[in-house]
């Protein structure tokens, strides 16, 4: 069974166009996360939310928006995408708030031309 | 600002040990890791270590900690062909926990050789 899935694993998209990237998770965890890993493998965290509320917001620009219709949920819109977006973005989820295993997804390798 | 650094590569021979280094510039930091990443899937928690400790060892697994010099260190003993991977180091931050906020290595591939 998959504990934390992402869809889709492979996005190609041109440069203006909008789209999301779904993460679920049935692990029954109340924290989930999105990171972005740049071509350099560098992980960096964009944002937290627990209890389906957002907890971490780095410095993202506000292209990106997660939406969280459930605690198993945490989803990641990205409007009008830039090349410097193409990176593979993980989600990860947490049991709770603090000090708790992080289970990752598979990642999602988003390629913009 | 916070910063970890890792060497790109290490290749070993099947039976040795393998050692992959980790260097950190924020001595905040409460707990620290090691992840293991195999080609194409998410990022697996190998272990973990509390900024107070020195050593932890877990099976195959020895982690070593010198916070004077903000150097973490992740020995892999008897390393075998399943062993290659991308292994990531991470801080985590926060009074009591992480906060959910874990500053990442860039990773060390590592490769090992039947």
């Known amino acids: 069974d998959t504990a934390v899935s992402q869809t889709p694993k492979y996005l190609v998209t041109q440069m203006g166009n909008d789209k999301s990237i779904k993460c679920e998770q049935n692990?029954?965890?109340?924290?989930m996360y999105w990171y972005k890993q740049d071509s350099k493998k560098f992980l960096k965290i964009m944002f937290s939310?627990?209890?389906?509320?957002?907890?971490i917001n780095e410095t993202v620009p506000n292209r990106f928006s997660p939406k969280s219709p459930d605690k198993a949920h945490l989803n990641l819109h990205i409007n009008s995408l830039e090349l410097g977006d193409s990176a593979v973005y993980f989600c990860?989820?947490?049991?709770?708030?603090?000090?708790?295993?992080?289970?990752f997804g598979p990642g999602t390798r988003l390629t913009v031309t | 600002g916070e910063d970890v650094e890792q060497s790109l590569f290490l290749s070993v021979r099947e039976g040795d040990s393998s050692v992959i280094n980790c260097t950190y510039t924020?001595?905040?930091?409460?707990?620290l890791y090691w992840y293991k990443q195999e080609p194409g899937a998410g990022l697996q928690l190998l272990t973990y270590?509390?900024?107070?400790?020195d050593m932890k060892q877990d099976q195959r697994l020895t982690v070593l900690l010198n916070k004077k010099d903000k150097h973490l260190s992740l020995r892999i003993a008897d390393t075998q062909t399943g062993d290659s991977a991308i292994y990531f180091c991470?801080?985590?931050f926060g009074d009591g926990g992480s906060q959910g906020n874990l500053i990442f290595g860039k990773g060390t591939k590592l490769s090992v050789k039947p």
């Open positions: 990860a989820s947490s049991q709770g708030w603090g000090l708790d295993e992080q289970y």
């Open positions: 692990l029954g965890h109340d924290t």
């Open positions: 939310y627990n209890n389906k509320e957002l907890i």
């Open positions: 924020d001595s905040s930091s409460t707990y």
């Open positions: 270590i509390f900024s107070n400790m």
């Open positions: 991470a801080e985590g």
